[in-house]
């Protein structure tokens, strides 16, 4: 078969020189552009994705989950969205308005955006909606308390009035977690407060669900009715997004070196979430190309509802106990995959990074930890670290964070499981002591789900003093006033410690060198990009 292909290969060639030489210049240019044209972009074709935990639902609205992020961002679209650089741009919306005293904001739909059960958006789907945002996102849940009224003013504009200045308001619509995903009215209002079912996975996307075999696949195929904006420069999750494969296969696979072997076998295309000490692995590999990309942080989440974390001394201890950087040198390995850092958003998010206030972040001290125990109510009773065994990184910070808490006098239990029993016993406190987990990169500090008031997400965490910073911040009109208020932030952390933070994480992807004008961003995106045959 090699041979075969090598004398097409050599009888084209041929021909073509013949062609050149014969044909004028005109001729010659023009089949050059087209030969060009040909080389740029291909459609069709299936890419398989070895992506490493079957997300629990594909309700981007109200899971916050990267999972569920990663694969229904193809799907569902908000009104308007963060480009390339982070800044919000229309998406679902032609435009927008607000009006001087900042309480009414009007959005104008684009026409003929369809939905995938053939309908298109009209004003009274947005409005049930946000109806339905309010309800279930932990995001929406926040603007809703600012929201005095949503209402149709036509088929393609909405009108919301707040009930006082929140400029925060446009960034959480755009939030690419637990963000406004507009749905069909119907819908909307048949899901209420429940996660949406397959059968009502319908968006406006430039992929749609296909089906979902669970525990093996999560089909998705192009959406061949796709309302494409224009704006080819604005990247991220607006702009021109083409769907020029066919279908794209995310398949559940569990473990690193199966997901290598199989780009290396072309079973996968692209596999998802490769451990960073595998780098110099995947740069020897032929064919394959490493893919790396912010991706928030890792952190240690005590459960602050009962004893003994519901002790800040206990707390405390357990600060000064961990070693971050040792934990992170053991999980990470390579020192380009993590970041000593411990500010609540990322250096590169310009607008919503200071280092103020971070002086305790590394506050590493056994000899106070042991002091501080002692000084607690802890009593020797064995603390549970929950994590989910899908994630390498998650089991290796939960091994050595067992080893610092035992040497300062915490006894410790490691209870790991699947992903999606992990997330449904993160919600029973009675089920853990300690959950470690990862966040991925968020644009507000409205998207901090670790930090939402009394819920398990955040380790019931309950604080005065964070309420009212998050009332400041949407009234803080200048970027001045929101660097004062991100210090405070920053402070209020480390002195109350509802979470300890680990470090900055730099995803690792792998991917065949098949697929072209791949962009990751912030997570795995497959509209803009093809594949080579």
């Known amino acids: 078969m090699r041979l075969k292909h090598t004398l097409q290969l050599f009888t084209i060639f041929i021909l073509t020189l013949i062609l050149v030489a014969c044909g004028n210049d005109s001729s010659s240019e023009e089949t050059g552009e087209e030969?060009?044209?040909?080389?740029?972009?291909?459609?069709?074709?299936?890419?398989?994705?070895?992506?490493?935990s079957e997300p629990d639902t594909l309700d981007i609205m109200q899971n916050a989950s990267s999972p569920t992020r990663d694969i229904a961002w193809h799907i569902f679209e908000t009104l308007v969205a963060l480009d390339n650089d982070f800044a919000v741009k229309p998406m679902i919306a032609e435009d927008y308005s607000i009006s001087n005293d900042q309480k009414v904001y009007t959005i104008?739909?684009?026409?003929?955006?369809?939905?995938?059960?053939?309908?298109?958006?009209?004003a009274e789907d947005v409005v049930a909606s946000f109806e339905r945002w309010i309800l279930v996102s932990s995001v929406g849940k926040v603007a809703g308390e600012y929201i005095e009224d949503v209402k149709e003013v036509d088929?393609?504009?909405?009108?919301?009035?707040?009930?006082?200045?929140y400029n925060g308001f446009l960034d959480d619509m755009a939030a690419p977690k637990t963000g406004l995903a507009i749905i069909p009215k119907e819908i909307a209002e048949e899901a209420g407060e429940k996660?949406?079912?397959?059968?009502?996975?319908?968006?406006?996307?430039?992929?749609?669900?296909?089906k979902w075999e669970r525990g093996d696949e999560i089909?998705?195929?192009?959406?061949?009715?796709?309302?494409?904006?224009?704006?080819?420069?604005?990247?991220?999750?607006?702009g021109k997004k083409e769907a020029a494969l066919d279908q794209i296969n995310f398949l559940i696979v569990k473990d690193p070196q199966v997901k290598l072997n199989g780009l290396q076998t072309n079973l996968y295309d692209y596999a998802q979430n490769i451990p960073a000490d595998l780098y110099e692995v995947v740069e020897s590999t032929p064919n394959t190309n490493p893919v790396s990309y912010i991706n928030g942080y890792s952190m240690i989440t005590p459960d602050k509802s009962e004893a003994p974390f519901d002790d800040l001394k206990v707390r405390q201890a357990l600060h000064y106990a961990l070693d971050q950087e040792e934990i992170a040198q053991s999980t990470y390995g390579n020192k380009e995959f993590y970041e000593m850092d411990g500010a609540l958003f990322d250096p590169t998010q310009t607008e919503l990074y200071t280092a103020e206030g971070t002086d305790s972040y590394l506050a590493y001290d056994t000899e106070k930890a042991k002091e501080l125990l002692d000084e607690s109510n802890y009593n020797g009773e064995p603390i549970t670290i929950m994590y989910?065994?899908?994630?390498?990184?998650?089991?290796?910070?939960?091994?050595?964070?067992?080893?610092?808490?035992?040497?300062v006098g915490f006894t410790v239990e490691l209870d790991p499981y699947e992903w999606?029993?992990?997330?449904?016993?993160?919600q029973d406190p009675n089920n853990w002591d300690i959950v470690v987990i990862g966040y991925s990169t968020r644009f507000s500090p409205n998207e901090l789900g670790f930090l939402v008031q009394d819920t398990g997400s955040s380790g019931w965490y309950n604080s005065e003093r964070w309420s009212e910073l998050m009332d400041q911040w949407g009234l803080a009109a200048s970027s001045e006033e929101r660097q004062e208020i991100l210090a405070e932030m920053n402070q209020t952390v480390y002195e109350e410690l509802p979470i300890i933070k680990v470090a900055n994480e730099t995803t690792l992807d792998i991917m065949s060198d098949e697929i072209q004008e791949y962009d990751a961003w912030i997570g795995p995106r497959f509209w803009n990009t093809w594949k080579s045959e």
């Open 35 to 52: 030969n060009t044209a040909a080389e740029e972009q291909q459609t069709g074709g299936t890419l398989d994705v070895a992506y490493a």
């Open 108 to 122: 104008t739909i684009r026409e003929d955006v369809n939905f995938h059960d053939g309908t298109t958006v009209e």
């Open 155 to 165: 088929e393609l504009t909405v009108e919301i009035t707040l009930n006082e200045v």
């Open 195 to 210: 996660p949406l079912v397959p059968e009502q996975l319908i968006g406006t996307g430039p992929y749609q669900f296909e």
């Open 219 to 238: 089909v998705l195929t192009r959406f061949d009715e796709y309302s494409q904006r224009e704006e080819t420069d604005w990247g991220g999750l607006t």
């Open 388 to 407: 989910s065994n899908n994630h390498e990184a998650y089991k290796r910070i939960s091994q050595v964070a067992e080893q610092q808490l035992e040497e």
């Open 420 to 426: 999606a029993t992990y997330l449904e016993r993160w």
